[in-house]
C-alpha cells in the first residue's frame, strides 16, 4: 500500500504528516481521497492537531470482512458523522447525528480526516455518490449539502415561503435545494450586486438588508446562514418572518445568541439549530441534487500544503465562492 499521509494543525498552520495505515474492523472501508471540501469548521479544529477534513469523496480501496454495502472501487463520499451505536431511540428513530455515542469530525477518531490519502469510513455512513454526480461538486454536499438539506426536509413543507440570509457555502447550496423543493425561496443580502446571481440559483425574490418593507409577504421559514448574527428586531417581526414560524441558525455566529424576547414570545417563533444530517437524510440529498443537477460553486486547490494554505486564505478572507475543494 502507498504511503498515506494526513493534514494537521501545528501552531496554527497546516502541515502535511506521514500518517499510519491502520488495518481495517469488518464493518469498515478504506477511500483513498481523491477531493475534500474545506470548510469553516475545519478552521476551528486547526488549534486542535487532530487529522482535519470532513467533506471527502474517493473510492474504495479496501473493505473489512463483514462489510456487504460498499465494494473495492465504488466512489463514496462522507465525513462528519463517522459512526454511531445504532440501537437508542435516536438512531432507531432515523436521528443518528443526536446519538449520544455518535463519533463527529473532531469529537473523536482525531486520526481520521479527509485532508489526505486515505478516510476509514463505517460502511452505513459512507454514501454511494450518484453517476452523474461529479466528485469535484459531491465533496462540499457531505457537510454543506447536507446541512441545509436536513434542515429543510425537517422544518419546511410545501407551500411555505422559505427566506435565506446570507449568500455564502452554506447559503448558496440553501437557494437552490429550496427553490428546487418548489418553494417560493426569498432571499436576504447585504449586496444588490448578488441579485441576478441568487435568481440564477432559484430565488423568486431578493431582498437588500435594510429594505425588508419592500418584501411581499413574510416567510414562514428562515435559514440563517451567514456568518453573522442578523439584525434581530427587524427580522423577529411578523412582516418578515410569519408568526410561529421556524427561525433556523445553521451558520456558527456567536458564543452568545441575544434575541429580543417580547418578539419571540408574543410571535411565538421556533429557534432551532441543525446539525448536518442523519444518515437516510444524507443519502436523500445526494440523490436529490444529482436528480436536479444542484452544484455548489467550487474554486480548486491542489491537495498538499501549498493548497490548503491558498484555500484557507481565500476562506478567511471572505474572498472564496463559494466552497474550496483540493484534489489529488
Known sequence: MAESFDMRGVDGVVVQKPAEVVALKPNEV???????????TDLFYVQYGCALGHEG?????????????????????????????GSCTYCLTGRDILCYSRDCYGMASFSNGTFGTYYIGTESYVYPIPESLPSEFAAPLQCAGATVYAALKAYSR????????????????????????????????????????????????FVILG?????????????????????????????????????????????????????????CYNVVTNLVASRATHGEMLNFA?????????????????????????????KLRYRAVLHV
Open 30 to 40: 478504506r477511500v483513498k481521497i481523491t477531493h475534500t471540501g474545506v470548510c469553516g
Open 57 to 85: 469523496v474517493g473510492i474504495i480501496e479496501e473493505v473489512g470482512s463483514a462489510v456487504k454495502l460498499h465494494k473495492v472501487g465504488d466512489r463514496v463520499g462522507g465525513g462528519y458523522l463517522r459512526s454511531s451505536c
Open 158 to 205: 410545501p407551500g411555505l415561503r422559505v427566506g435565506v440570509l446570507g449568500i455564502g457555502g452554506l447559503g448558496h447550496l440553501a437557494i437552490q435545494f429550496a427553490a428546487k423543493s418548489g418553494a417560493e425561496t426569498v432571499v436576504f443580502s447585504t449586496s444588490a450586486s448578488k441579485e441576478e446571481e441568487a435568481r440564477g440559483f432559484g430565488a423568486s425574490e
Open 211 to 267: 429594505h425588508e418593507d419592500q418584501l411581499t409577504k413574510p416567510v414562514d421559514v428562515l435559514l440563517i446562514t451567514a456568518a453573522k448574527s442578523p439584525e434581530w428586531t427587524t427580522f423577529m417581526s411578523e412582516k418578515v418572518v410569519a408568526r410561529g414560524a421556524q427561525i433556523v441558525v445553521l451558520g456558527a455566529i456567536a458564543e452568545t445568541l441575544e434575541l429580543p424576547f417580547s418578539s419571540l414570545f408574543f410571535n
Open 290 to 318: 444529482a436528480a436536479h443537477n444542484i452544484k455548489p460553486v467550487i474554486e480548486e486547490f491542489e491537495l498538499n500544503e501549498a493548497g490548503v494554505a491558498d484555500a484557507i486564505s481565500k476562506l478567511k478572507s471572505g
